[in-house]
Structures are given as C-alpha cells and as structure tokens.
C-alpha cells in the first residue's frame, strides 16, 4: 500500500472519531460526561455543579410534586362521592343498603349489615311495631352513615394530638348526633345534678376549667353530653374535649363518630403494647398530648371530659353493671395540669360525672385487642348526671380520708382516684334504672328530663 493510501485512511479515522465527538457533545446534556476525540488517552470532564438557580427549580419542583398529588387525589375523591351520591339516591330499602355494604373491605360487610338490622329492628320499637317508618327512618340515617365511611375508606383521616370537630365539607358532628339521638327514649331518660351543670357553665363562662371524671360505657358517650344538655344548656356539651384513646381513633366503624368531637388524643395504658414495635410512637404521642392539654388548660375556659378506668364498663358474670375502678396515676395527672394552670392563674374545677348508657351500644363482654368489633344498638332510656364539685387539694382529701397525718404521695393517688369513684357509683345508683323502655321513670331528687322539663 502507498504512503498516500495510508495517510488517506487515517484522515479517515480521525475524521469520524471527531464526528463521533461532535455528535457526542450535540447529546451531552443526556449523560454526566462527555467524551472527547484525541489520539491521547480519553478525557472525562465531570458535568458542572448545580447553580443556585438549578437548586432553587430543583426545590420547587419537589415541594410542588406532593401538591400536585393531593390535588389529584382531591379531585379523584370528589368524583367517587359525587358517583356514590348518584347510587345512594336508588337506594331506600334493605337491599339496597346491603348492595352498598358490598362495596366496603370484606372485613367490615357483615358488621354493616348486622348493625343495620339491628338498628332498624331498633327503630320498629321506637315507631311501636311501624316496620316501614322505622325501615325509612333507618335507611335515611345510614345513607349519611355510608357516606362518612366512604370518605376514611378513600382518604383516611390522622388524628393529631389535638382534634377539632370537623364540620366541613361533611358534618361528622351532625353525623353523629343523628345517630346516637334516634336510640334514645327521652321519655326514660335523665340528667341529673341539673344545679351542678348551672354551676359548672358559669365557671366556663368565666374563664376557669371544669374537668369531668366521668365512667364509660358505650361508644355514643361522646354523643350524651351535647344530646341531653341542649335544651337546658345550649353549647355546654359541643365546647366539650374529650380524652380519646387510640381505638375510637384508629377503628373504621368509630373514626367517623370520632372526627365530629373536640378530641385529646392519647394511647390507653390497657392497649398501648397491644403492638410492640409501635409502642415508642405511642409513648411521643401521649407525651405531646399532654403538653397541649396542659397549654388548653393555662389558656382556661375549657370543659374536658375523661374516663379514668381506661375504658368502657363491662357487665360481670352475674349480669350486674358497675362503674369500672378509677386509674390513680389519671387523676393524678389531671390534678397535676391544673396546679400548673393555677400557678399561671387559671382555676380548675374537678367534678364526678356518672353515666348510664350502656344498653344503647354495649360494648363486647370481654376486653378486645383486635379492631372491629360486633356492632349491636338498642333503643332505650340513657341518664347522665353530675355531682356537685369536689376539692381534690391534698387537704381535702386528706380530711375526707379522716387521717390524721399528711398522706403520702401514692397514698394520696390511690385515696383520691377512691373518693370520685366512690362519689360516680353513689350518683350512678340514681340514674341507671332509667335504662330499658317502657313506662316514664321517676326522677330523682334535682333531675330533669332532656328536651322536655330540662330547665325544671
């Protein structure tokens, strides 16, 4: 081969290794290196640092995505309520809301449609054998139910430390009332202590703390205050708090009940290892619902409700029902608040509140871990009442005690979770036999009847 052929060729090479190269460089912003054409070994230039510019669009960019998500899913949520609006105007019989109970989560189909034959066999009572009222009333009820149920199924409410009532777009508040208020037998019912909860308002008004020691029975009880006070004292049991643990907040069939009540958040001693791995968040998040329950309480004017055994009442093996024991180290927590509050200038008043709700949602027989309990409803009388105020200083309970030195700090813990329980039994005695139907049970002494002679 000639020297002139041979230089040819590598004019050739060369030639195409350098269009290599430029197309390379055309395309770079694809890759993080360009490679450049030399006869020496290849070059690697490391693609230039992020500007402050790129960084800031960067940013932007990942703040925007998660917006742009919930977006999204907004407006997917929107269409599915609006398409379950369109059915549930079809439906208004038991087929149709059983056709409904089919499209939630296998796990909860039979305890909606157990717990809508129960409340609607409930009603037939309330409507004195009127099958097709109570059919009507009851499906009217459950299309609201249904609807709330959608709304966790699809978009899944977390519950803060603090929660307020949401009342919009959908009145879980409303929701409720309905609910809980159709089972009631007014005619039976109660409330007992009418004076105290005149006395109690009035504190309130005036920017000092009531807190209510109060027993547990039912899943409703959030429901009685507001129910059986609103005729007597409007708004008295909407500006309520109540101390929430974890499973009226995390179970399906409760979180729509839950979202319509001011609630504190906190893990029940009972179930907060009932998950082990899970027990250190529980513990953070009772820790921060503390420290706001003690900042509500500095600002004043609050009304908190909280049960002291930890959960609902249970009937023993012999049928009867009492009150469950009170937790010491709860009271002592609440007393603990309010000397914080007090320090600060804000007064605490501590009263024992009883309730009688049992029958109208009992809760299983024994103590549950799993979520998703049996649901069962009753149409009956329910009683609530509040004793007069009770001075929780350790020389009030020390002289009610009758001890002769100052008590130590467990014995003072234990004497007085012993005092307001002993004072929620006494006043429970005057109330629970207006449970049930049938005839008007008597009033006792300083009691009146919700709705009807309330301000007796």
């Known amino acids: 081969m000639s020297s002139s052929s041979m230089m040819r060729i590598r004019r050739s090479k060369n030639s195409s290794s350098l269009r290599i190269a430029r197309a390379r460089d055309a395309t770079a912003g694809r890759f993080n290196t360009v490679v450049r054409a030399s006869?020496?070994?290849?070059?690697?230039?490391?693609?230039?640092?992020?500007?402050?510019?790129t960084k800031a669009a960067t940013k932007k960019a990942e703040v925007a995505a998660p917006k742009r998500r919930r977006k999204r899913d907004m407006v997917k949520s929107f269409i599915k309520m609006r398409?379950?609006?369109?059915?549930?105007?079809?439906?208004?019989?038991?087929?149709?809301?059983?056709?409904?109970?089919?499209?939630f989560p296998t796990?909860?189909?039979?305890?909606?449609?157990?717990?809508?034959?129960?409340?609607?066999?409930?009603?037939?009572?309330?409507?004195?054998?009127?099958?097709?009222?109570?059919?009507?009333?009851?499906?009217?009820?459950?299309?609201?139910?249904?609807?709330?149920?959608?709304?966790?199924?699809?978009n899944p409410h977390e519950f803060a430390s603090t929660h307020y009532s949401v009342r919009s777009p959908f009145d879980y508040y409303y929701m409720a009332q309905a609910y809980v208020g159709a089972l009631i037998d007014y005619d039976r019912s109660i409330v007992g202590g009418i004076k105290n909860f005149d006395t109690a308002k009035a504190q309130i008004d005036a920017g000092e703390n009531v807190v209510l020691f109060a027993n547990h029975q039912s899943e409703a009880d959030a429901a009685f205050l507001t129910l059986m006070t609103e005729a007597s004292h409007p708004g008295f049991g909407?500006?309520?708090?109540?101390?929430?643990?974890?499973?009226?907040?995390?179970?399906?069939?409760?979180k729509p009940f839950s979202m319509g009540r001011n609630l504190f958040c906190i893990n029940s001693k009972k179930?907060?290892?009932?998950?082990?791995?899970?027990?250190?968040?529980?513990?953070?998040?009772?820790?921060?619902?503390?420290?706001?329950?003690?900042?509500?309480?500095?600002?004043?004017g609050q009304l908190i409700w909280i049960a002291p055994h930890g959960g609902r009442d249970r009937r023993a093996a012999?049928?009867?029902?009492?009150?469950?024991?009170?937790?010491?180290?709860?009271?002592?927590?609440?007393?603990?608040?309010?000397l914080k509050a007090g320090a600060g200038g804000t007064k605490t008043h501590f009263y024992p509140f009883s309730m009688a709700t049992y029958d109208l949602m009992p809760p299983p027989s024994g103590l549950e871990k799993s979520l998703g309990e049996k649901r069962v409803?009753?149409?009956?009388?329910?009683?609530?009442?509040?004793?007069?105020?009770?001075?929780?200083?350790?020389?009030?309970?020390?002289?009610?005690?009758?001890?002769?030195?100052?008590?130590?700090?467990?014995?003072?813990a234990v004497e007085t979770a012993k005092q307001v329980y002993d004072a929620v039994c006494k006043l429970y005695t005057t109330i629970e036999g207006c449970t049930g139907t049938g005839s008007e049970f008597p009033l006792p002494e300083g009691a009146a009847r919700p709705w009807k002679d309330a301000t007796a």
């Open 39 to 53: 006869s020496s070994p290849v070059e690697v230039k490391e693609k230039p640092a992020e500007t402050k510019k």
């Open 238 to 254: 909407y500006s309520c708090r109540y101390v929430a643990g974890d499973r009226v907040v995390n179970d399906l069939m409760c």
């Open 318 to 338: 012999d049928g009867t029902l009492v009150p469950g024991e009170f937790d010491k180290d709860a009271l002592a927590l609440m007393t603990k608040l309010a």
């Open 107 to 154: 796990k909860y189909q039979t305890t909606f449609i157990e717990l809508f034959d129960s409340y609607r066999t409930q009603l037939a009572i309330k409507h004195s054998g009127d099958n097709e009222k109570a059919l009507k009333e009851a499906v009217q009820i459950f299309k609201v139910l249904v609807r709330a149920y959608a709304r966790q199924l699809d």
């Open 377 to 412: 409803v009753n149409y009956t009388g329910c009683g609530i009442a509040l004793a007069e105020e009770i001075d929780l200083s350790p020389e009030a309970v020390k002289a009610r005690a009758g001890a002769k030195a100052d008590l130590e700090k467990d014995e003072l």
């Open 83 to 103: 398409i379950l609006d369109l059915i549930l105007l079809t439906v208004n019989d038991e087929k149709g809301m059983n056709k409904i109970a089919g499209r």
């Open 271 to 300: 179930h907060i290892n009932d998950v082990p791995e899970l027990r250190s968040a529980k513990m953070k998040q009772n820790i921060k619902t503390v420290k706001e329950m003690e900042q509500k309480l500095k600002e004043g």
